[in-house]
Antibody, heavy 118, light 110 residues
Framework: EVQLVQSGAEVKKPGESLKISCKGS????????IGWVRQMPGKGLEWMGIIYPGDSDTRYSPSFQGQVTISADKSINTAYLQWNSLKASDTAMYYC???????????WGQGTRVTVSS | QSALTQPASVSGSPGQSITISCTGTSSDVGTYNYVSWYQQHPGKAPKLMIY???NRPSGVSNRFSGSKSDNTASLTISGLQTEDEADYYC??????????FGGGTKLTVL
């Protein structure tokens, strides 16, 4: 069974750093892209970027380029989304999802809620 | 890259059919057959309903169908059921920024 399990909810202060994770199982982790999607409270889905764990090829949405870092450790089937300096506007639910261009985002993680507040 | 354009809301009665549109440009929906649709119930992760414009993943009801004409993709739900009430999002591959979501449509089943 394909599963993506994300790390738990986080509460942080502005300026702090954060790295959330997404662990895949039940499939060949290195052979599928992993995408990250933001959903701000009461808002729609926003595509942030994707990574191919097999060779760490990474693509970012222009809206998120330079704001976050996407990485992966294929040895432990885990992808990451990282911030160096959080802002209140980063408060959102973040989803990871398995991805192929032909069948985009077919399996999703349960989401990680990030709250940034002073 | 602006989000694909979807109606903010649609509604229908049980048993009826509804269609949700997703309008893009020649850089995304108009050129690529990589349009997918997702259903999201409150507090839940999105679920893939249609991929490649008109393909249904295993387990998705055949009441859901997709199509495309020029720069607009459409999701049709026939025989509406109360459990179809949810938010629906389209996504398309785009030559400029890889992927872009629609703004989302809230479906109300009256």
């Amino acid at each position: 069974e394909v599963q993506l399990v994300q790390s738990g909810a986080e509460v942080k202060k502005p300026g702090e750093s954060l790295k959330i994770s997404c662990k895949g199982s039940g499939y060949s982790f290195n052979s599928y892209w992993i995408g990250w999607v933001r959903q701000m409270p009461g808002k729609g889905l926003e595509w942030m970027g994707i990574i191919y764990p097999g060779d760490s090829d990474t693509r970012y949405s222009p809206s998120f380029q330079g704001q976050v870092t996407i990485s992966a450790d294929k040895s432990i089937n885990t992808a990451y989304l990282q911030w160096n300096s959080l802002k209140a506007s980063d408060t959102a639910m973040y989803y990871c999802a398995r991805h192929l261009r032909a069948v985009p985002y077919d399996y999703w993680g349960q989401g990680t809620r990030v709250t940034v507040s002073s | 890259q602006s989000a694909l354009t979807q109606p903010a809301s649609v509604s229908g009665s049980p048993g009826q059919s509804i269609t949700i549109s997703c309008t893009g440009t020649s850089s995304d929906v108009g050129t690529y057959n990589y349009v997918s649709w997702y259903q999201q119930h409150p507090g839940k992760a999105p679920k893939l309903m249609i991929y490649g414009v008109s393909n249904r993943p295993s387990g998705v009801s055949n009441r859901f169908s997709g199509s495309k004409s020029d720069n607009t993709a459409s999701l049709t739900i026939s025989g509406l059921q109360t459990e179809d009430e949810a938010d629906y999002y389209c996504i398309s591959y785009t030559s400029s920024t890889n992927w872009v979501f629609g703004g989302g449509t809230k479906l109300t089943v009256l």
